[in-house]
């Protein structure tokens, strides 16, 4: 699996805190349109499709 | 008699009286029933092979109204090598670029930027009774030439029942039934396809839930010549989607995607288009209104498109929605495929096998159209909420963000079907372009005079580059014209070594009758190319 699921992110605890920055004061539809953009902009980043796919099946069975 | 169905733009084939209503049946080698795009097309490469034809048809034209209105490169090529193209070009609306709306805002604008060298557009826009009439003059052409095809106006088939060797079907007329025996049946029928339910045959898929208002309008407003697609329209009542079209005659189509609950009736009285289309064009803008209809989508297609001694083409075969125009587009390319293993077979060059092949490749033809038309349904008509923010947030990003727009999908337009992997492919033994592989179709290039494609013709071809090819006319009955190019004398853009050789310095190529690879080859000789051609015709299945 080409899928990078070892700890990764600098500074994890602030980026979670500017994660949910964003979505703060957001009705439940904006939150959902947010977080769409921000997953077609992460995949685009990622581009591979092995990769992608890889991150789907972790996310549907965690 | 049957009632007609639908009104008559073009008589094609008026009623006539014939012998044969009142003689024993007759047989015919060949029976297409559905005087359509697809039965005129495959009715007009047989006959000019000299294969005898006879189309029966319950109308006398092709219907009032357009329906497909966008057709592709490839399918004027096949109707150039039919002698229909250049009529279709000459009439239609040649258009390159198209913008995406969405709400009041553009998102983006495309140009499918047809690349240099082709004789024929990458789209025209033509009515579709433009596309039929232009066939059906040219069978005239042919016919005054000496090709066996008949056309029969009128001349509704009630039953059909398969034997043995031949098919018997029962056919209404003005002057009342008669019987036909055929040896082989080719259903040209339509979607609905009377043959199909005869036979008690399925034709398995989706249906989408949603309706379309379809209005073709006749108005002499300074449009530009481009598709113009909205997500959520801004116009009052326009529905989930909105397109405007321009097609010959200063006719335009405008869709209206209106939803699954609607009263079809109320919203196809005048007024109410009206309102619609006023909303869109502006209160100030005068125009008529050609023709409207409703209509619901699917995507579906048969198992099998043979049937022993049926062979189903078109519509009858596979079903998509109209994003993309891929159904009169592929229908076309299905007649391109049977006609000349119809015809081998008929003189008795190839084995019935032949004809099983013909399923297979327009099947899996028929996947690929119906796979990107399922997608573009899906994009256009999200079937739940989050597949709804999804659709919104790549129309939101692709506004500013290049990355997004590739994901905007309001139908991908047909492209021709690359027969990979099918068994009558031969060796592709030449580090070529993959664009020219063994399976595709040959793609055109300028030449000294006139273009590539125009040379090749509907038989068998060799087509050597830089190298001199074995002499060989024939192969068991078969037969082959070659056709000898030099880069150097023959090639004024670069446009064939791109196209065909890539990297390497000569090639060979072995072409089918309809314009597909078969094999190629740095360097073949003789027995390579014959045992390459028996593998194209199913005689070493
Ligand atoms: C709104 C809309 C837009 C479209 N846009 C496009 C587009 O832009 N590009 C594209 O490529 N395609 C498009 N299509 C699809 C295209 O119209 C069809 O794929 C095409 O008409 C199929 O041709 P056909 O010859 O298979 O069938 P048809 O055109 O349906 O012809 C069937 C014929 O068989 C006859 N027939 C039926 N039953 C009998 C019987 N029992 N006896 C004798 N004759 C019979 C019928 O009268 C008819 O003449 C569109 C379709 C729709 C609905």
Known sequence: MSLNLDPNITDPDGFYDELLDAHQDLSKADSDALNARLILILANHIGDRETLRDALRVAKAP | MTEPRYDIAFKLYPYKQVAAQSTAPQRHPVVIVGGGPIGLATALDLGRKGTPVLVLDDHEGAGQGSRAICFAKRTLEIADRLGAGQAMVDKGVVWNVGKVFHGDDKVFEFNLQPEEGHKFPAFINLQQPYFEKYIADE?????????????????????????????????????????????WLVACDGARSPIRKMMGLSFDGRVFEDNFLIADVKMTAAF??????????????????????????????????????????????????????????????????????????????????????????????????????????????????????????IKGLAPDALLDTYSRERAHGADENILNSSRATDFLTPKSDMSKVFRNAVLTLAKSHEFARPLVNSGRLSVPCVYDGMPLNGPDELAGPARTRVGAPCVDAPMAEGFLLDKLGGSFTLLAINTQPPSLEEVGGIAIQTLRISTKEDDPTGAVKDRYLGYTTQAIYLLRPDQHVAARWTTANAQQIATALRIATAQEL
């Open chain 2, 139 to 183: 069978i005239r052409v042919a016919q005054s030439q000496g090709a066996p095809i008949e056309l029969r106006g009128k001349n509704t088939v009630t039953k059909m029942c398969q034997k043995d060797d031949h098919v018997v079907l029962d056919v209404d007329t003005p002057d009342g039934p008669y019987k036909i025996l055929a040896d």
């Open chain 2, 224 to 345: 530009p010549t481009e598709r113009w697609f909205w997500f959520e329209p801004p116009f009052k009542n326009s529905g989930a989607s909105a397109l405007l079209h321009k097609q010959p005659d200063d006719i335009w189509r405008i869709d209206f995607q209106l939803g699954w609950d609607i009263d079809r009736a109320h919203e196809l009285q005048d007024e109410n288009v009206r309102a619609r289309v006023d909303a869109m064009l502006g209160e100030d803008i005068d125009y008529e209104l050609e023709w409207t209809s409703i209509y619901t989508f699917q995507c579906r297609r048969m198992k099998d498109f043979r049937h022993d001694r049926v062979l189903f083409a078109g519509d009858s075969a596979h079903q998509v929605s109209p994003f993309g125009a891929r159904g009169a587009n592929s229908g076309v390319q299905d007649a391109d495929n049977l006609a000349w293993k119809l015809d081998l077979v």
